[in-house]
């Protein structure tokens, strides 16, 4: 049946504006090949299930899953019986597990998270409770000497050590998913965006079109697809575009569409330094929109600061479908970096950060409002017959990926 596909999806590029878009029946279909999509399809080809992945972008991974901090990240910071806690920790276990299988680089290399004033040492005790009832081992209080004794370079009143935190090459985990994924044939189409779908029956139709297609479309227009294919099972994992590209979708009520909210985080390196000055993760007490401008090491033991939070304003549904976000750093916004560093690094010297890159988040919550759980949306909650929405699915989307791939198919699969 893919062959087929494969054939159709090939000959589009010579499908006239006026020609009618072919119409092809397959299996299952994955939008987005970020880490969640690409786990998702490794799960459901695992199960024994025709699967296409689809990708506006020239390879897999172009988005938030390569522009974050690569952090395996432990369930501390969210509610008890949450989405985010359950498929942390257990993402967490699965993670580590396929890392030390398959060899993708990682390194278990442990968290403080540090109270720098005493008025955060309640918060601090608060993030312990909440990781314990989530099922966190070997959290630890540390009193500051101890934690400075562990990090010279760190200043702080009393920190939270997390055993199970580490890192991982967000990359070669990636490629290793594509692999085991290829490997039991699932089909990666790049250069490829969904514009669009109807329910007929019930069967979701998904409108398929090349990406150079909608390089110059005014946001207006109708679009026409080029091939038209028919799932038995869709899973929108399109990260920062799922909540625009759905409402493209006539048959699903858009009051399942939850608002969406961007927030850019950006990264600053720390430059002339032949040593690091930190073999720990190191994180502040949580800010609004995020985690706080922490410290994150690569695996070659080079340092970054950071993500900041900046809410992004005037991003529409059109720039949100079109993936059009601005990924670019000003290398002024340092200047709000050292303040927030130096709570805890006192000795960062000026003139050491150098812009790196930026990420997005794609939020469900606004500036000032509670945070809002993962959103997994099926049958049961929108009404619509074999498609899967992933709304929301931010921090800790990486470390959660393999567990929420297991939900799915675990849930949905028919």
Same mark, same amino acid.
């Given at each position: 049946?893919?062959?087929?596909?494969?054939?159709?999806?090939?000959?589009?590029?010579?499908?006239?504006?006026?020609?009618?878009?072919?119409?092809?029946?397959?299996?299952?279909?994955?939008?987005?090949?970020?880490?969640?999509?690409?786990?998702?399809?490794?799960?459901?080809?695992? %199960?024994?299930?025709? =699967?296409? =992945?689809?990708?506006?972008?020239?390879?897999?991974?172009?988005?938030?899953?390569?522009?974050?901090?690569?952090?395996i990240h432990a369930g501390i910071y969210y509610p008890l019986n949450s989405l985010k806690a359950i498929f942390c920790v257990r993402g967490r276990e699965l993670l580590y597990k396929?890392?030390?299988?398959?060899?993708?680089?990682?390194?278990?290399?442990?968290?403080?998270?540090?109270?720098?004033?005493?008025?955060?040492?309640? &918060?601090?005790?608060?993030?312990? &409770?909440?990781?314990?009832?989530?099922?966190?081992?070997?959290?630890?209080?540390?009193?500051?000497?101890?934690?400075?004794?562990?990090? !010279?370079?760190l200043q702080c009143v009393k920190a939270l050590l997390s055993p199970a935190s580490g890192i991982v090459d967000s990359h070669s985990l990636m490629l290793s998913l594509v692999g085991?994924?290829?490997?039991?044939?699932?089909?990666?189409?790049?250069?490829?965006? +969904?514009?669009?779908?109807?329910?007929?029956?019930?069967?979701?139709?998904?409108?398929?079109? @090349?990406?150079?297609?909608?390089?110059?479309?005014?946001?207006?227009?109708?679009?026409?697809?080029?091939?038209?294919?028919?799932? &038995?099972? =869709?899973?929108?994992?399109?990260?920062?575009?799922?909540?625009?590209?759905? %409402?493209?979708?006539?048959?699903?009520?858009?009051?399942?569409?939850?608002?969406?909210?961007?927030?850019?985080?950006? #990264?600053?390196?720390?430059?002339?330094?032949?040593?690091?000055?930190? &073999?720990?993760?190191?994180? !502040?007490?949580?800010?609004?929109?995020?985690?706080?401008?922490? =410290?994150?090491?690569?695996?070659?033991?080079?340092?970054?600061?950071?993500?900041d939070v900046e809410w992004i304003d005037g991003i529409d549904d059109t720039l949100s479908f079109l993936n059009r976000f601005d990924y670019s750093v000003n290398a002024n916004r340092? @200047?709000?970096? #050292?303040?927030?560093?130096?709570?805890?690094?006192?000795?960062?010297?000026?003139?050491?950060?150098?812009?790196?890159?930026?990420?997005?988040?794609?939020?469900?919550?606004?500036?000032?409002?509670?945070?809002?759980?993962?959103?997994?949306?099926?049958?049961?909650?929108?009404?619509?017959?074999?498609?899967?929405?992933?709304?929301?699915?931010?921090?800790?989307?990486?470390?959660?990926?393999?567990?929420?791939? @297991?939900? +799915?198919?675990?849930?949905?699969?028919?």
């Amino acid at each position: 049946m893919l062959k087929h596909t494969l054939k159709s999806l090939r000959r589009m590029s010579t499908t006239t504006a006026a020609a009618p878009a072919a119409k092809e029946k397959v299996d299952c279909v994955v939008i987005g090949a970020g880490v969640v999509g690409i786990a998702v399809a490794r799960e459901l080809a695992l %199960k024994g299930r025709e =699967v296409l =992945v689809l990708d506006s972008g020239p390879t897999f991974g172009t988005g938030t899953s390569s522009r974050n901090s690569e952090v395996i990240h432990a369930g501390i910071y969210y509610p008890l019986n949450s989405l985010k806690a359950i498929f942390c920790v257990r993402g967490r276990e699965l993670l580590y597990k396929y890392c030390s299988e398959h060899e993708v680089p990682h390194n278990q290399i442990g968290k403080l998270i540090v109270a720098t004033r005493p008025l955060e040492i309640p &918060k601090l005790n608060d993030l312990m &409770k909440r990781g314990t009832a989530n099922g966190v081992h070997g959290l630890r209080m540390l009193e500051g000497f101890e934690a400075m004794k562990m990090e !010279p370079e760190l200043q702080c009143v009393k920190a939270l050590l997390s055993p199970a935190s580490g890192i991982v090459d967000s990359h070669s985990l990636m490629l290793s998913l594509v692999g085991e994924a290829e490997n039991h044939g699932t089909t990666f189409s790049y250069n490829t965006s +969904v514009i669009g779908g109807h329910l007929e029956g019930n069967c979701m139709n998904v409108y398929i079109s @090349e990406s150079k297609n909608l390089q110059n479309w005014d946001g207006v227009s109708p679009l026409q697809p080029e091939l038209t294919l028919i799932p &038995k099972l =869709v899973v929108n994992s399109a990260g920062l575009s799922a909540p625009a590209l759905v %409402k493209r979708f006539i048959g699903l009520d858009n009051v399942f569409i939850p608002p969406a909210y961007y927030a850019r985080g950006c #990264y600053f390196s720390l430059a002339n330094t032949k040593v690091a000055p930190f &073999k720990h993760l190191i994180y !502040p007490i949580p800010e609004d929109g995020g985690l706080g401008v922490h =410290v994150t090491l690569d695996l070659d033991g080079q340092i970054k600061f950071g993500p900041d939070v900046e809410w992004i304003d005037g991003i529409d549904d059109t720039l949100s479908f079109l993936n059009r976000f601005d990924y670019s750093v000003n290398a002024n916004r340092a @200047e709000r970096f #050292y303040p927030e560093i130096r709570k805890y690094y006192p000795d960062l010297r000026d003139g050491s950060l150098q812009p790196s890159y930026a990420g997005i988040r794609p939020k469900l919550s606004g500036p000032r409002q509670s945070p809002i759980d993962f959103v997994i949306q099926g049958e049961d909650t929108h009404g619509v017959p074999g498609l899967v929405n992933l709304f929301g699915i931010e921090s800790p989307g990486l470390t959660s990926s393999m567990a929420i791939a @297991e939900y +799915v198919a675990a849930k949905f699969l028919r």
